[in-house]
């Protein structure tokens, strides 16, 4: 990975632990993660995250509060879309393709003025590994149901998106999907 999306993804890693952090507090964290993966001078180190926060602020991943003693930095739901779409295209991401057993069942119904959201979680399914059975109803034998559990509760999506693990599935269609994921 380049240095600028590494950079980037390290700023949205230290935010997604929090709910704000001190600007200064989150330089200093991105800037002590870096110097250990970048062989380059603290000069060069502060300019490029002060830079990939102002992009991660243009781009709206990022929200800077200001307060009168010191400015906070909050990520937004497009941030946390882009951490968790990072974090699917990592190499190390990659869950058991062993099939466990059971099967994820994901249901949305994300209203059209939420209609951003929308794509970014069918973009997410989609990489994630799973099939589009019926309009909003998504299927998969990988164990992602864990991520998309955090992105229904990031989003505030409390009748949006209803998450199944089931090993109950009619033979039928056990026998179709078997053909579908190649099981």
Known sequence: MTKKPQINKTVLKTLSKKAVLPIL????????????DFDTSSQKHEYAVSRS?????????????????????RMTGTGRNKLHSITLEAE?????????????????????ERKSEREAVRYL????????LKNSAW??????EHLFTNIK???????EM????????????????FELFGK
């Open 92 to 112: 190390g991401a990659l869950v058991s393709t062993t099939w466990d057993g059971f099967w994820r069942i994901i249901l949305i119904d994300i209203p059209e």
């Open 162 to 177: 209803i998450i199944f693990v089931t090993d109950k599935v009619d033979e039928e269609t056990k026998k179709s999907l």
């Open 25 to 36: 507090e989150l330089k200093n964290e991105v800037r002590r993660v870096i110097s250990n």
């Open 53 to 73: 926060i102002k992009n991660l602020v243009e781009s709206g991943m990022i929200e800077i509060l200001q307060s009168d003693n010191q400015d906070f930095a």
């Open 125 to 132: 399914l989609k990489k994630a590994g799973f099939v589009c």
């Open 139 to 144: 299927i998969s034998p990988f164990p992602y």
């Open 153 to 159: 509760k990031d989003l505030g999506f409390t009748s």
